[in-house]
């Protein structure tokens, strides 16, 4: 076999992995610069960026924001797919198919458009620039990438237990909280972390919907690269890094990255 | 879990929740063909004539469609190796999946930030390339399209990837192995076998990574300045600063056409080219 090409092959293929978190680490060595900018050979080392955002009550405000809108959304978002993909799954409804497609027709819309879109009905309902607004918009935007593992996990139940449950008295109440629910548990930790994750860094809707009151700490990274790139900047991208990283990893200890790669066995 | 015990009517009052998210969703659908229908004046198509009319605005739709075109493309051809790797090597998926899936989740803005320190006028690669005698003035990497297409393809790889690398993990072994049994040798194999399998995967790729470059907004505005306007700039500058809802809404309702059309050309292409046992 043409053993050398492959090898060739392997290597390339590898450099272009390394692409991928080529910025994110540029970033992270820019946030221990002490010049602020990142140079070949590289300068003097130092924490002084992170001491500046994080005594900084404009990023310490924002981090937290980001925070409770991504936890209030992830638990939101996990409960309303959980209710409605386990109504869907008992009562097996004709109409679920189109059900289905609207629920995941949002990943549809360009993201300029779904922002103009939200804006709109956020703006008429008086929650333009609230936190409330951007945990709503949010939730339309998470609901498909909830939606989708905790099906696989419901159909993943062997039916027999339920029957089995059912023949020996439980009431429907028990079957969906004691049975269904615990059974589920992979495809509600994917949930609720995949929908933390995205809503932590949302960027693009999120940027028509912040106002004085209230902004998230990618939309206030925004707007501080378009001010002045000052290396605080770096500091507090770093944190967000950690974040996802963080996030990351619990979904690998706990389910297994497979989710983002398997195909729906639906 | 399906066929238990017949299920009593009532649990359809778990629909409620998502059905009320839907509707959210589709009442600001409503709103925006409402708003770019009608303004203050009643019925109007005064912004879909604008944009029929002016040049500039035709340059903005054409920059829009063709950079999410190169993109789409660009990240398609640099992720295919990435998967191909990944698919090849099982016993270091997992690890070489968070080299993907972190870039992929962590914030676009930061991933954005880090290609203009990188790729600015003082950025990374220019004094880099300065110090070591290479060039004298810096080169012109961002704040026009090539910025774009960088920043763009870089943030989108990784949906190419995991697309790609989803359909790989279907094919069965014993199909490469029969073409390796047959004489063929393994690049004879990839090109024969392996890629005409991954099509779809690739193609779920580019549908994904061309509707998410049409709707960009904040990688065009920082890596290409303000001049080379995208639709997706154009929207946000007529919704924060202009508080234009009518012709941004107009906007969007074409964007959403183009980027569908682009989709439909899209599935055209895939018919042609992937055999339909495989589809």
């Not at chain 1, 458009?113 to 998470?142: D, E, K, Q, R, S």
């Not at chain 2, 198509?45 to 660009?74: E, G, N």
């Not at chain 2, 779809?200 to 080379?228: D, E, K, N, Y």
Request: net charge neutral; hydrophobic share 60%; glycine share 6%.
């Amino acid at each position: 076999m043409n053993a050398p090409i492959l090898r060739l092959g392997r290597a390339a293929s590898f450099a272009l992995l390394l692409f991928l978190p080529l910025p994110i680490v540029v970033i992270g060595a820019t946030s221990f610069a002490a010049a602020g900018y990142l140079r070949f050979p590289p300068g003097e080392l130092s924490l002084r960026w992170y001491v500046e955002a994080a005594t900084d009550p404009r990023w310490i405000e924002a981090f937290v924001t980001s925070l409770g809108i991504a936890a209030v959304v992830s638990v939101l978002v996990t409960a309303i797919a959980f209710a409605g993909a386990y109504a869907c799954h008992r009562l097996r409804p004709r109409w679920l198919p189109a059900f289905e497609l609207a629920v995941m027709s949002p990943l549809f819309f360009p993201h300029a458009a779904l922002g103009v879109a939200l804006v709109n009905v956020l703006a008429m309902a008086g929650y333009l620039g609230t936190a409330t607004g951007i945990v709503i918009a949010h939730i339309v935007c998470t609901l498909p990438f909830a939606w989708r593992p905790i099906v696989v996990a419901l159909q993943r139940i062997d039916g027999e237990i339920v029957e089995a449950a059912s023949l020996l008295g439980a009431d429907e109440r028990h079957i969906a909280l004691g049975i269904a629910l615990p059974l589920a548990r992979s495809g509600l930790v994917t949930a609720l972390l995949f929908s933390f994750i995205i809503s932590f860094d949302e960027v693009t809707i999120t940027m028509f919907l912040t106002g004085p009151q209230v902004t998230t700490l990618p939309v206030q990274i925004y707007a501080f690269i378009q001010e002045n790139a000052s290396p605080v900047l770096a500091a507090i991208s770093t944190a967000t890094v950690v974040v996802t990283l963080v996030v990351v990893m619990l979904l690998e200890r706990l389910i297994g990255l497979e989710f983002f790669v398997a195909h729906d066995p639906a | 879990m399906r066929g238990a015990t017949s299920a009593p009517r009532s649990l359809g009052w778990l629909l409620l929740p998502a059905l009320l998210v839907l509707a959210l969703f589709l009442g600001s659908v409503a709103l925006l063909l409402f708003h770019a229908f009608w303004n203050k004046d009643g019925f109007s198509l005064i912004y879909f004539r604008q944009i029929l009319d002016r040049a500039d605005y035709h340059d903005v739709f054409l920059r829009t469609v063709s950079i999410a075109a190169i993109v789409a493309v660009a990240a398609a051809v640099l992720a295919y190796p990435i998967a191909w790797l990944l698919w090849r090597l099982p016993r270091w998926r997992n690890l070489l999946l968070v080299i993907v899936l972190v870039p992929w989740l962590v914030s676009l803005v930061v991933r954005t930030y880090g290609w203009l320190v990188i790729l600015g006028p003082k950025g990374f690669l220019n004094e880099t390339l300065k110090w070591a005698g290479v060039i004298q003035s810096p080169l012109p990497l961002i704040f026009n399209d090539l910025g774009v297409v960088i920043g763009l393809t870089h943030v989108l790889m990784p949906f190419s990837v995991i697309a790609t690398l989803s359909v790989l993990l279907q094919i069965d072994n014993r199909l490469e192995e029969a073409s390796e049994s047959l004489g063929a040798g393994g690049f004879e194999t990839w090109r024969r076998v392996v890629l005409p399998l991954s099509l779809p995967g690739v193609f779920t790729g580019l549908g994904i990574t061309f509707l998410t470059s049409m709707g960009a907004i904040v990688t065009p505005i920082l890596l290409g300045g303000i001049r080379q306007k995208m639709a997706g700039t154009q929207i946000y500058q007529e919704v924060v600063y202009n508080f234009n809802m009518s012709k941004a809404s107009a906007w969007a309702i074409c964007l959403l056409l183009l980027s569908g059309l682009g989709l439909a050309l899209l599935r055209v292409v895939e018919a042609a080219l992937v055999p339909k046992a495989d589809r």
